[in-house]
């Protein structure tokens, strides 16, 4: 019975939200159809069910962040490349980690893996607060040309080392790995609030690996959750 009643609201909160969107922007964006289907058929499908990561995934127009010549493919069902060997990440799994990140308003989030920007556009539309890092400063460049863009100036973007995490901001909330480690790097433990959530893929690069979403509790990450995943590798400094 619970669990009807949450599908109905969840069901209007998506007819509400889509009906909105269309409202606003029938005639300037023709991928609303494809967004929608991509939230009922990709994300509701296979489980997503927190209502704001719905709505964002609903909202961010995805194909703003691929190359041009790929945008008709951007709500397809899988990853693409973005240039300099990297990915977006397929739109399942930017929900699920955005979801496992639990993001509200308020938080202050960090990305590690900026590439397109996407991921960090969702985040926007669950907190002011979105910090990312990537370390190729092309990606972050070409990312905060699109963010911009697209008016998300609450995103803070830079070029650097993620493996260390950025200091002058934490502690955050909220952490997202958006490449694969071998092991959760120590700053980035160090960096996450007590009952803050950090969400990493872990494993060996190109082959199988674990997402996995920790909580910080009394000062140790406990395992809450995983799936199991294929990222890019997550460059891992030398410690210079
Ligand atoms: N979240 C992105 C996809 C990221 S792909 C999106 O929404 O499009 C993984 C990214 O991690 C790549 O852009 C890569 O350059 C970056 N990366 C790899 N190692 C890194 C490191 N040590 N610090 C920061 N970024 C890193």
């Known amino acids: 019975m619970i669990m009807i009643s949450r599908l109905l609201v969840l069901i209007a909160l998506l007819v509400l939200g889509s009906g909105l969107n269309q409202a ?44 041009e010549r790929l945008a008709a493919y951007a709500y397809a069902d899988h990853a693409l490349p973005i240039g300099s060997g990297q990915t977006i990440s397929q739109p399942y799994i930017v929900a699920i980690m955005s979801e496992w990140a639990e993001v509200k308003p308020g938080d202050k989030v960090l990305e590690v893996g900026t590439g397109s920007g996407y991921q960090a556009a969702v985040l926007a539309e669950l907190t002011d607060k979105v910090f990312t890092i990537d370390i190729r400063p092309e990606l972050v460049e070409q990312a905060e040309k699109v963010l911009r863009s697209l008016s998300y100036s609450q995103i803070k973007a830079k070029s ?30 160090a960096q996450l609030k ?46 210079k």
């Open 194 to 239: 007590e009952g803050g959530r950090l969400v990493i893929p872990l494993g060996p690069a190109g082959r199988a690996q674990t997402l996995y979403r920790y909580r910080k509790t009394q000062g140790k990450l406990v395992e809450e959750k995983t799936l199991a995943v294929i990222f890019v590798p997550l460059v891992e400094s030398t410690g």
């Open 24 to 67: 606003a922007a029938q005639d300037s964006d023709p991928y609303q159809q494809l967004r929608d289907q991509m939230v009922t058929r990709q994300l509701m499908a296979r489980g997503v069910s927190d209502a704001r990561v719905l709505l964002a995934l609903g909202k961010v127009p995805r194909h703003r962040f691929v190359p």
């Open 160 to 189: 650097g080392d993620g493996y260390q995490g950025w200091p002058s901001e934490a502690p955050f909330d909220a952490i997202l790995v958006t490449a694969a480690a071998s092991r959760v790097p120590p700053a980035l433990e």
